[in-house]
């Protein structure tokens, strides 16, 4: 599976658990901001792909 698509999936999964959180699950948001720490990983080495696809 690409980057892209696995940060889509994650996005999706992430939603359940945010409209928990909001309305006042705790462990739900603690679920979501692991899922957000991921995206923000899997994002960082999408965008240093693309860098590096760049310079070559």
């Given at each position: 599976m690409d980057q892209l698509e696995q940060l889509k999936q994650l996005?999706?999964?992430?939603?359940?658990?945010?409209?928990?959180a909001k309305g006042g699950n705790r462990a739900a948001g603690t679920r979501v901001r692991k899922a957000m720490q991921d995206l923000k990983n899997l994002a960082q080495e999408i965008r240093k792909e693309m860098l590096e696809s760049r310079d070559a």
């Open positions: 996005v999706e999964s992430a939603r359940e658990d945010y409209n928990k």
